[in-house]
């Protein structure tokens, strides 16, 4: 008996580097992404000049600095967890700022360099971002949750339009090639 093989279309390649999207606005894209990992790896690095230190102490000194009354919800939440905090949770932040921020990093170089895996990669990471952004904004409503959560929100827009419109490119470019 004969088998049938079945015909596949041809269809082009996936591209690695994106020629179609705005230099600018994917570099601009990763920029922030850059500066977001950054932030996170001095905040990161900085824990880790916390380890043997008073934790108590220094809370106090912070709640006094920035003029924090130590019986309010916050100076209460400021001084209970630097009461409860080891020098092994303080490694493990550390390192979880490390990966975040290696994670951003390796983000912001493909959007720079225009790598399609970046842009996926940016739209599922800010996808994922936004339900916990919402559920922030609807218990907490302040400027910065806005800020944070329409910031991402454009991003979010922005990288979806980008594959959007890859993919509508790249539709007549498959057909074309099965006729």
């Not at 043997?52 to 939440?77: I, P, S």
């Not at 979010?156 to 539709?171: D, G, I, K, P, S």
């Amino acid at each position: 008996m004969a088998r049938r093989r079945r015909q596949r279309r041809p269809h082009a390649p996936p591209q690695a580097v994106d020629q179609r999207s705005s230099t600018a606005g994917l570099r601009a894209i990763a920029t922030f992404e850059a500066i977001k990992g950054a932030v996170v790896l001095a905040l990161g690095l900085g824990l880790l000049g916390l380890i043997h230190k008073d934790l108590e102490q220094t809370a106090e000194n912070l709640l006094a600095h920035l003029h924090l009354n130590a019986d309010h919800r916050l100076g209460k939440v400021i001084l209970h967890a630097a009461s409860t905090t080891t020098d092994g949770r303080l490694w493990g932040l550390a390192g979880g700022a490390v990966a975040y921020s290696a994670v951003r990093f390796i983000e912001a170089w493909g959007l720079w360099n225009r790598r399609v895996w970046a842009e996926w990669f940016a739209l599922l990471s800010c996808a994922l971002y936004l339900p916990v952004e919402i559920v922030k904004l609807g218990e907490h409503p302040n400027w910065i949750h806005f800020v944070v959560f329409f910031g991402n929100l454009a991003i979010f827009l922005y990288m979806l339009w980008v594959r959007v419109a890859a993919y509508r490119a790249a539709v007549p470019e498959t057909r074309e090639m099965a006729s």
